[in-house]
């Protein structure tokens, strides 16, 4: 039936199906969807919007927890856009990957929480879309790569959130991991901290260190960093621009590190930007250092 949920299960036994079915009891799926075997996306993808229209609404007060790599908006040869929209509490435990070919994928947390245990990859030949609203929440363990034009959207106090593995990485490629020129990449952002690091599994008692590749570019293709571009409380500029980025991203919120000074440098070679930390001292420490310097003015006047 049409506008019904459709499933197109390619899997072994009647068990793996039944328990592909409770996994998905929670969402609500309309036209196309369901399990693919597809060596590209490592095996059985949950396909959203293969061969027609598809889009899926997980309600507020629902969870939808899924072992498999997800692909949101998918060819062939249907233009027609993907929808997703999460109220609820979505565990995609593996990679989502958002559009491809040519039917983009959009994507709306709203309100609700959407925590994805892989990479994140958003625009795959076409663009694709995130939007956060009224305080959802994106949690990405491992790299979130925009490409083809692809744009990200924070509002009020919504939240996008980075992860630091324990060794202070942030995934395979980087935090945020730009690899296509294709076209411009924008995160736009309500107010700074609307962009968190999570680092619950780092911990650095230094009172400085550096995190690498905060934002990066694929080697092998090469892309800019001017491709992507930032619009942070209406301040717009590339991420190639250093003296913006400390400008108007450097109150982002690095949980754990909440004082530490914080400066982006840019590596115009590697086309990357790392993340240096440095501790405030304590405002008692302040007055010890002012309280030093007035009895070294007295040394001096006293030995003139």
């Given at each position: 039936?049409?506008?019904?949920?459709?499933?197109?299960?390619?899997?072994?036994?009647?068990?793996?199906?039944?328990?592909?079915?409770?996994?998905?009891?929670?969402?609500?799926?309309?036209g196309n969807a369901g399990y693919y075997n597809d060596a590209t996306y490592g095996g059985i993808v949950f396909k959203i919007g293969y061969g027609g229209t598809g889009s899926g609404t997980l309600a507020e007060g629902k969870t939808w927890t899924i072992s498999n790599n997800v692909l949101i908006g998918c060819c062939p040869n249907n233009y027609q856009p993907t929808f997703l929209h999460i109220y609820g509490t979505a565990n995609t435990q593996k990679n989502v990957y958002v559009s491809a070919i040519s039917r983009s994928g959009h994507c709306y947390v709203d309100g609700g929480t959407w925590n994805c245990g892989g990479m994140f990859q958003l625009g795959m030949q076409t663009m694709g879309t995130v939007t956060l609203r009224n305080k959802g929440t994106l949690t990405i363990e491992d790299s979130f790569r925009l490409n083809y034009g692809s744009s990200v959207t924070v509002n009020d106090s919504s939240v996008l959130k980075l992860t630091l593995e324990s060794d202070g990485t942030f995934g395979t490629n980087g935090g945020i991991y730009v690899y296509s020129d294709a076209a411009i990449n924008t995160i736009t952002l309500a107010k700074a901290d609307n962009l968190v690091i999570e680092t619950t599994e780092y911990t650095n008692a230094a009172d400085q260190f550096v995190l690498e590749n905060f934002l990066a570019t694929d080697q092998n293709i090469k892309p800019k960093l001017s491709s992507l571009s930032f619009s942070v409380n209406g301040n717009t500029f590339t991420a190639d621009d250093e003296s913006a980025l400390n400008r108007h991203l450097s109150g982002i919120s690095v949980l754990g590190y909440e004082n530490y000074e914080k400066k982006f440098v840019v590596n115009a070679e590697t086309q990357s930007v790392a993340l240096h930390l440095s501790k405030i001292p304590e405002p008692s420490a302040f007055g010890l250092l002012a309280g030093l310097g007035a009895l070294a003015c007295v040394a001096s006047r006293r030995r003139r």
């Open positions: 039936m049409k506008n019904k949920f459709v499933s197109s299960i390619l899997l072994a036994s009647a068990i793996t199906l039944a328990g592909t079915a409770i996994a998905n009891a929670e969402m609500v799926f309309t």
